[in-house]
């Protein structure tokens, strides 16, 4: 069972810290490895069973946190202040940390159980989850390609966890809330592009004259 939980651990650190600088990856990286092998050294003398359970905890427990640090790290000051300003944004990040959380939880759960398909429909819904994060992230800079992202993460999401009625409930409210939102930004950012070219032609016109 340690296995299945080391092996789930090092795939999560390894997901959430991709495309980030080799040094920043690497320290992160780095500190689950060296948490690892001090569970590993236990688990050599008291055994695997009493050390699976703990460690396990420990990265359901860790997934908002991770996942909290990750969309910091890729968001901007302005991004974070424009989700987290409006009760529907609040309301969106923290059903997406909510979802994290149980997309972790049940894929340990179905791993111990030897239920290895459940285990990766929901390691699936986890990757989704990041996903979702990801495309709000995007969503500023790149509006089409975050809503994108969003709209794909939602469907996969919905269709893994259908079969709990508050889930696609809450997938609509967050579909929703993140395309107005890349709506906005798209249209901020047709704004900006034609204030640049109505300068060039008055400047134009006044050299002219």
């Given at each position: 069972?340690?296995?299945?939980?080391?092996?789930?651990?090092?795939?999560?650190?390894?997901?959430?810290?991709?495309?980030l600088p080799a040094e920043e990856r690497d320290r992160r990286r780095g500190e689950i490895d060296s948490d690892l092998y001090e569970h590993e050294r236990f688990a050599a003398t008291d055994g695997p069973g009493p050390i699976?359970?703990?460690?396990?905890?420990?990265?359901?427990?860790?997934?908002?946190?991770?996942?909290?640090?990750?969309?910091?790290?890729?968001?901007?000051?302005?991004?974070?202040?424009?989700?987290?300003?409006?009760?529907?944004?609040?309301?969106?990040?923290?059903?997406?940390?909510?979802?994290?959380?149980?997309?972790?939880?049940?894929?340990?759960?179905?791993?111990?159980?030897?239920?290895?398909?459940?285990?990766?429909?929901?390691?699936?819904?986890?990757?989704?989850?990041?996903?979702?994060?990801?495309?709000?992230?995007?969503?500023?800079?790149?509006?089409?390609?975050?809503?994108?992202?969003?709209?794909?993460?939602?469907?996969?999401?919905?269709?893994?966890?259908?079969?709990?009625?508050?889930?696609?409930?809450?997938?609509?409210?967050?579909?929703?809330?993140?395309?107005?939102?890349?709506?906005?930004?798209?249209?901020?950012?047709?704004?900006?592009?034609?204030?640049?070219?109505?300068?060039?032609?008055?400047?134009?016109?006044?050299?002219?004259?």
């Amino acid at each position: 069972m340690f296995v299945v939980v080391r092996t789930l651990g090092r795939a999560w650190v390894s997901f959430y810290t991709a495309g980030l600088p080799a040094e920043e990856r690497d320290r992160r990286r780095g500190e689950i490895d060296s948490d690892l092998y001090e569970h590993e050294r236990f688990a050599a003398t008291d055994g695997p069973g009493p050390i699976a359970r703990p460690v396990a905890a420990r990265f359901v427990r860790g997934v908002p946190a991770d996942v909290s640090w990750r969309i910091g790290r890729d968001m901007t000051a302005s991004m974070e202040e424009d989700v987290t300003a409006s009760w529907p944004g609040r309301l969106a990040v923290a059903g997406m940390l909510v979802l994290a959380v149980m997309s972790l939880y049940w894929a340990i759960a179905h791993a111990f159980g030897d239920h290895l398909g459940y285990a990766l429909m929901n390691v699936a819904s986890l990757i989704a989850t990041v996903v979702l994060f990801k495309g709000f992230a995007m969503s500023r800079q790149s509006p089409r390609n975050g809503a994108v992202l969003i709209v794909v993460a939602c469907l996969v999401v919905g269709f893994i966890w259908v079969w709990i009625p508050f889930i696609p409930l809450l997938l609509l409210g967050v579909l929703v809330f993140g395309l107005v939102r890349a709506r906005r930004f798209a249209r901020e950012n047709r704004a900006a592009w034609r204030v640049p070219a109505a300068d060039r032609e008055d400047d134009s016109a006044g050299r002219v004259t």
